[in-house]
Structure formats: structure tokens, C-alpha cells
């Protein structure tokens, strides 16, 4: 039986609300420490809105949340904070600063802080771009002169700035070529098991959910339906399930598993 501590995320019964709009319901997901999970569903299915609750951006309906332990709704606003600091986000796209160079996007969530000496900071901010797969070349660079791959990985340095517990990807390989998008499941793989991180990725990315992630968390009917490897969600007879891992997107990948 798994204890509490062991979770770094425990949602339990929640829901989300917009006046009569229902988009949760009754929703359970728990993220273990040191796990790759994939978040997915179908469109409208609330996985932005889930995640915003998760990030403590915004308040859920009803339900519970513990994250690292405690209880985030009954938090103060300092507590609620200080656990925002231990989440590292990479949205999508990027969405990195376009008037800065790689270098001072990194830097810019250490000098908002202002927890490390200053002197130190460039040296931090070059780790951190080094941890990214980025050459200490692109730190001088600006968003634009960057490739879609180099820009992904420049936000995930960023993202590593406060040396989060739990990282938070957005559609982290959108837009990236087959070898591109595998070469960043793998860079996540080896920060997992180098910064002992745990990450919770919301992506469409079939290569990613297969082969990139440990487990899958899929959202339908308003809750999170399943919870299990790929492999495992492709054996279920829920029809949202059986659309989504045993269709002809997915057959590649099923027949992969299948024939081992």
C-alpha cells in the first residue's frame, strides 16, 4: 500500500465548475514520486483546466488536493506559494521572453526569488542550459534566432531554474520532428533519474505516451477514467479507450507491444 508521502500529487474527489458547466467530476489522480505520466484525453476533455488546478492557479469546485504531502486547499497564500516553487512548468510553446536572451530567461525566475547570490548567477544559469542538452553557445541567444527544438529546450531550463520537485510539461514535443521528439523523451528520462524528478506531461504525442512515459492517467466522462501503461489502457473496452489506443494512429505501437 502506498503511504501519502510517497505521493506528489493525491487529488481526490475533485471538481471543476464554470457556472452550470460541468468539467470535472468526482476525479482521482495520484502521482507517485519519481514518475512519468502522461496526461490525456480528448479534446474538451478539461486537461488544461486540470492542470491549473494541480498548479494552484486556479481553486477546484470541491474535492481534495495534496501535493508533496499537504494539503494545498487549506494552505495560506505564503504556503501556497513556497509549493509553487517546488513545480517547474514548461508550457506550450514555450512561451519564453522574446526580448531576452536564453541566458536571462533562466535567470529571470532566480533574480525574481532572490535566493542565490548574484554573482553566482550566471554559472547557475549555464548548469541549467547545460542540463537542457543546449550548447553554452545558445545562452547569448535570442527566441527567435533558435530552432523549435532548441526553444523547447531552452524553456525546460528555465523550467529546472528553482530546482523543482516535480516538473509540469505542457505538450513538451509538439511541433518537433520523430527524431527531435524522441531525443527529448529521453533527455527527460535521464533528468528523472538524475534530479530524481517527477513529471506530469500533458501531451498528444503517441511516441511519447507509448515509449516516453511510465504510466498513463486518461481523461473521459469528466474524470480520469483510467490509469495504467499504454499497453495496459490498449486492453480496456472502454470505447474512449479502445478509440484512442487501438486505433489506426495507434496500431504501429500496439502491434510493437503485442509481438514481444
Do not use: C
Request: net charge negative; charged share 20%.
Amino acid at each position: 500500500m502506498r503511504m501519502p508521502s510517497d505521493l506528489v500529487i493525491d487529488a481526490q474527489g475533485l471538481g471543476n465548475r464554470f457556472g452550470d458547466v460541468v468539467v470535472h467530476e468526482n476525479l482521482n489522480l495520484a502521482l507517485p514520486r519519481g514518475t512519468i505520466m502522461a496526461l490525456v484525453g480528448g479534446s474538451g476533455t478539461g486537461k488544461t483546466v486540470l492542470v491549473r488546478s494541480l498548479l494552484l492557479l486556479r481553486a477546484p469546485s470541491s474535492g481534495t488536493l495534496r501535493l508533496f504531502g499537504e494539503d494545498a486547499l487549506a494552505a495560506s497564500d505564503a504556503q501556497r506559494q513556497a509549493l509553487r516553487q517546488r513545480i517547474g512548468v514548461l508550457f506550450q510553446g514555450g512561451a519564453l521572453f522574446t526580448g531576452l536572451t536564453v541566458l536571462e530567461n533562466v535567470l529571470l525566475p532566480l533574480r525574481e526569488q532572490g535566493l542565490v547570490d548574484k554573482r553566482l548567477l550566471p554559472d547557475l544559469g549555464m548548469l541549467k542550459i547545460g542540463l537542457a542538452g543546449l550548447p553554452a553557445d545558445a545562452a547569448h541567444k535570442y527566441p527567435a534566432e533558435l530552432s523549435g527544438g532548441m526553444v523547447k529546450r531552452a524553456a525546460l531550463a528555465r523550467a529546472l531554474a528553482l530546482d523543482p520537485e516535480l516538473l509540469v510539461l505542457d505538450e513538451p514535443t509538439s511541433g518537433l520532428d520523430p527524431i527531435g521528439g524522441a531525443a527529448f523523451d529521453q533527455l527527460i528520462r535521464e533528468l528523472r533519474d538524475l534530479l530524481g524528478l517527477t513529471i506530469l506531461q500533458v501531451t498528444h504525442d503517441l511516441d511519447s505516451i507509448w515509449h516516453g512515459s511510465d504510466t498513463v492517467a486518461f481523461l473521459a466522462r469528466k474524470t480520469v477514467l483510467a490509469v495504467g501503461t499504454a499497453a495496459e489502457l490498449a486492453q480496456r473496452d472502454e470505447p474512449e479507450l479502445v478509440a484512442y489506443f487501438r486505433g489506426s494512429r495507434s496500431a504501429a505501437y500496439l502491434h510493437e507491444v503485442t509481438a514481444r
